[in-house]
Antibody, heavy 118, light 107 residues
Framework: EVQLVQSGAEVKKPGESLKISCKGSGYTFTGSWIGWVRQMPGKGLEWMGIIFPGDSDIRYSSSFQGQVTISADKSINTAYLQWSSLKASDTAMYYC???????????WGQGTMVAVSS | DIQMTQSPSSLSASVGDRVTITCRASQSVTTYLNWYQQKPGKAPKLLIYGASSLQSGVPSRFSGSGSGTDFTLTISGLQPEDFATYYCQQSDRTPNTFGQGTKLEIK
């Protein structure tokens, strides 16, 4: 079964760092782009960026460039999204997803909820 | 960035109805247009890719059409499980922006 499994919910304070993960299985992880999507509480979907684990080619949305870092470790079929200094406005659900035909996201992780509060 | 605008933002319909949701791109995305369904507390699910290709396992009552800047998602014969929020997404150019969503509610 093709799946993406994300790390668990996080509760952090402003200024703290965080790295969340997305582990792929059931397919050739290095052969497909992985994307990250933000969904703030009660809001829509926002495309953050994508990474090609095969060569770590990365594309960011300008809205998120410099705010987060996307990376991958192909040896363990895992992609990451990290923050060096969280803000309250980073509170959201974060999804990873596999890019497939026509660059649509065909497989999604279950989501990682990140809550940032003092 | 390409802006994606969906209409309506919300829609009330009854089981058995035929509904249409539209999505307009700020510039041509050819047929790089995808539709997703999201239910509360769940990850989005891909319904249609490439403007009109039905994702495997998705019921045939869902269909998509359009090219260039104007697209539609049609649900023929609404079922109770179809009440959800629907998003379009362009995948022609990065960032692959989403529409703001259309919430489909039971009348």
């Amino acid at each position: 079964e093709v799946q993406l499994v994300q790390s668990g919910a996080e509760v952090k304070k402003p200024g703290e760092s965080l790295k969340i993960s997305c582990k792929g299985s059931g397919y050739t992880f290095t052969g497909s782009w992985i994307g990250w999507v933000r969904q703030m509480p009660g809001k829509g979907l926002e495309w953050m960026g994508i990474i090609f684990p095969g060569d770590s080619d990365i594309r960011y949305s300008s809205s998120f460039q410099g705010q987060v870092t996307i990376s991958a470790d192909k040896s363990i079929n895992t992609a990451y999204l990290q923050w060096s200094s969280l803000k309250a406005s980073d509170t959201a659900m974060y999804y990873c997803a596999r890019r497939a035909a026509q660059d649509a996201f065909d497989i999604w992780g279950q989501g990682t909820m990140v809550a940032v509060s003092s | 960035d390409i802006q994606m605008t969906q209409s309506p933002s919300s829609l009330s319909a009854s089981v058995g109805d035929r509904v249409t949701i539209t999505c307009r791109a700020s510039q041509s995305v050819t047929t790089y247009l995808n539709w997703y369904q999201q239910k509360p507390g769940k990850a989005p699910k891909l319904l249609i890719y490439g403007a009109s290709s039905l994702q495997s396992g998705v019921p045939s009552r869902f269909s998509g059409s359009g090219s260039g800047t104007d697209f539609t998602l049609t649900i023929s014969g609404l079922q109770p499980e179809d009440f959800a929020t629907y998003y379009c997404q362009q995948s022609d150019r990065t960032p692959n922006t989403f529409g703001q969503g259309t919430k489909l509610e039971i009348k």
